[in-house]
């Protein structure tokens, strides 16, 4: 929610609600408690079966094997603490603690020989109104969801923990060693009232997960007994401390909760999207085409194939998500229906199944949701593996965006030690999400497929562009949203389930990049074009030399990963009722454009806030947790412009210079720079293209 106040001067451990207003007792004492319960019923419809496939997944990774070797952790307890509160928060739990664990914590027969544990909430999705869209799948399904995120939170923090060379296991409701209740007391994060557990501040439901572990840890203190979990001043309403202002979840319940917590439904919609794509001329390429593909298979080159298997997940975090992300790839669905579809009765209205499924989105996770057709050419054209062709199915796409968190990003230079986790965090989520979806459509008689970073038969930038979440940037491959800016992944959903289409949308941008170029100035390997636009492949496009960005990416040795144009962009903002207006005059009056561009650098927006700075710089070697050789520390260099654009030269790598469609990956197929270069020189201008069209 848009927030009054700025939280830059807020550590990240301390999470977004005002806690440490409240009064705490180490004496307090601990009763016995039920968790909150779910309000509404679930009906025939819900979405509770899917969700179960998708738990039972997840409790399998509450365990596993401890590295070899311990991490180089500070010594500070309370630093290894907040690590840890910080990660939780980075997973979206609501509230976090730690506690010490006693004698009779445990079940008789349980194993563990644990001293502390993390403990979080994660609270309960809003729900529709009964008579809105959405209601018959979500209604009844709170709990599960919840449950299903909590153990998730709770599976890679369990795994960040044994990374890092300590014993540790997740545990969640109906899979626990360990007194969930008495334990959230303890941390501080809820108290009993009347025989239910009460978090502060909020009225919604929640649910508890824990990480019990060897590592020792700064513990927290329990809520006092006379303590108010109400707010307890105005300030603390109002979010001075940066915090979530208390009228947050009154605000939300005015808007349906198909429109999502972004008002895009006020963005100029337009019949194509701001730049040209000529949907005849696009040549379908095979994922062998993919650039990561193309490093695993060696045509970058030894050094990218070493690093391919590893370069977003050199980091302990990153890696703890690997299990959940790579084990969802089967549950994503097929283009068979399995079930007689119903048709002609309730789900035959393609707006009102539009509106339920962004409300079911929203409800699970999304940031952001849109809907068009899968038309055939943004399909691959053969698999990456056998070479098998790919049939163009399903004729209606779920867009959904991930925002990577603008906080973390905020403390980052971009390509350090986190920017492998803020995406794999995305990738995640988004897959869970879409997952979930397509599941339920299917035992509902569509057919449905998820599209994920780790499995997709579907182009996801068409598409995002297509479903109007945003306008091609100067960045290049990555459609920019409005409201999050650049900082989002994506995750697809086809199926046969009718739906309305979206509109494409047009803020400016188009305008605004022609002007900025901090992306370009900023990119650690002049890989952005600080020239105009081309074609390439059927589409008018800033195409950025994905060589120089893949290879950069692949072997940052100081990092882990990158993502520095999108943490230096002027549309990476707080989620401010300031930023707001400045994004409304950028929409309103395009004079003020350049005004505006200017007064991002004079600020300082793009660079490091010290104070969100969470993480350890760690990296795995041979499976151990160790102090990196180095670490990316940028900020913003003003003088790189006339450095770089001067020199400039980019490669890019149109169909007749990828591998043949029925290469599989077996085979090395070297890139071919010196005719990447050439292609480029001799790009076609969408001036021209528009010219030769009309003619």
Known sequence: MTRLFSNRSRHFDMGDLPTELLARDAHAPEHQAASPREKNPAGP?????????????????????????????PDDLSLRSKNLKACAYFLDATLAGVCAIDAMDGLPQSPLKHTHALVFLVEFSREPKSDESGAAWIHGSNKARTDARATEVAVVLAGYVRALGYSARGHVTGNTHLNLEALAQRAGIARCEGGVLQMPFLRRGFAIAAVSTDLPLEIDLPIATDASLDWPDSDAYMGKQGTRPGWAESEAELRPLHLGRYPMETLKRVPEPTTLILRDEIIRNSKRADLFTRALAGDLGEKAKVQRMRFATKHPLAFAMTPLIRNMVPLQGTYERLVPADTNGTLSDAQKNAESIKALAYFLGADLVGICEAEPWMFYSHEAQQGKPIEPSHKHCVVMLLDQGFETMEGASGDDWISGAQSMRSYMRGAFIAGVMGAHLRRLGFSSRAHTNAESDVLHIPATLLAGLGELSRIGELVLNPFIGPRSKSVLLTTDLPLAFDQPIDFGLQSVCNMCLKCARECPCNAIPFGPKVMFNGYEIWKPDVEKCGKYRLTNMKGSACGRCMKTCPYNREDLV???????????????????????????????????????????????????????????????TNKLAQNQKLAFFPPHLQPRTETTIATTVPLDREAGLDAYAHAEKPSQAKKRKKQ
Do not use: H
Not at 51 to 72: D, H
Not at 612 to 639: A, M, T, Y
């Open 45 to 73: 419809n819900s979405i509770n079966e899917a969700l179960s496939a998708y738990q039972a997944l997840f409790e399998k990774y509450l365990e596993g094997e401890t590295a070899i070797a311990r991490a180089p952790l």
């Open 578 to 640: 300031e930023s707001s207006r400045l994004l409304e005059l950028s929409i309103k009056v395009p004079s003020a454009r350049r005004a505006l561009i200017d007064y991002d650098d004079q600020i300082g927006a793009g660079m490091r806030n010290s104070v969100k700075r969470w993480w350890f710089d760690l990296e795995i070697v041979n499976g151990v947790c160790v102090s990196p050789s180095g670490v990316n520390e940028r900020d913003l260099d003003l003088d790189r």
